[in-house]
């Protein structure tokens, strides 16, 4: 089969063009959902936000310290050691 340079490049570009719009079509799709399904805002008397793993989870009480807001969530390594 013989496909000449001008065809291949024809079927490049369409090929690239093709995943571009389907990604770009993902990536909004995904926005839009997250824009609806989780509208986050934070309450104006926070001003610090602590963000991590359970470490800051566990250690500071934003109960106690009244301005803080704890978004720090424990998880679990893609290995774990079982």
């Given at each position: 089969?013989?496909?000449?340079?001008e065809?291949a490049?024809?079927?490049?570009?369409?090929?690239?063009?093709?995943?571009?719009?389907?990604?770009?079509?993902?990536l909004?799709?995904?926005?839009?959902?997250?824009?609806?399904?989780?509208?986050?805002?934070?309450p104006?008397?926070?001003?610090?936000?602590?963000?991590?793993?359970?470490r800051?989870?566990?250690?500071?009480?934003?109960k106690?310290?009244?301005?803080?807001?704890?978004?720090?969530?424990?998880?679990?390594?893609?290995?774990?050691?079982?």
């Amino acid at each position: 089969m013989n496909i000449t340079r001008e065809r291949a490049w024809g079927n490049i570009v369409v090929f690239t063009l093709g995943f571009l719009l389907a990604n770009i079509g993902l990536l909004s799709v995904s926005a839009h959902l997250q824009r609806e399904l989780y509208n986050f805002v934070l309450p104006n008397t926070k001003t610090v936000l602590v963000i991590g793993d359970s470490r800051p989870e566990s250690a500071i009480n934003d109960k106690v310290l009244l301005n803080a807001f704890n978004l720090a969530d424990a998880g679990e390594g893609i290995f774990p050691l079982t």
